[in-house]
Every structure is written in C-alpha cells, then in structure tokens.
C-alpha cells in the first residue's frame, strides 16, 4: 500500500507565532522596485538572449 509523504514541515507553537508575526511585519515593507537604468540593462541583455546563435556562423567562408 502506499503512503502519502508530507514534505511540507508544520510549525506549531511558538514558531508558528513567530512566523506568522514576522510575516505580517514583512508583508507591509515596500517593495522594491528597478531603476530605469536597470530595466534597460535587462531589457538589452533579453534583446541580446534572443538573438544569439550557437554555434556562431562561421564569417570566413
């Protein structure tokens, strides 16, 4: 017969407690966001991802 396995640890007590204030606490944070700077940057580096070839052409032919 088989048996379910729980991967997901359950926290009780005082961790569970801990846990839940902490991330009541985190969820009010601001989130951070990406200056335009970096936007670009990642925007060029997925330009860039899309257009490689591999292997490169050979231009000496």
Request: proline letters at 10%.
């Amino acid at each position: 017969m088989a048996m379910t396995i729980n991967s997901s640890p359950v926290l009780t007590g005082e961790s569970a407690k801990a846990f839940v204030e902490e991330a009541e606490r985190n969820g009010i944070l601001p989130t951070p966001c990406l200056s335009p700077e970096r936007e670009a940057q990642i925007a060029e580096f997925l330009k860039k991802s899309r257009e490689f070839i591999f292997p490169p052409k050979d231009n000496k032919n």
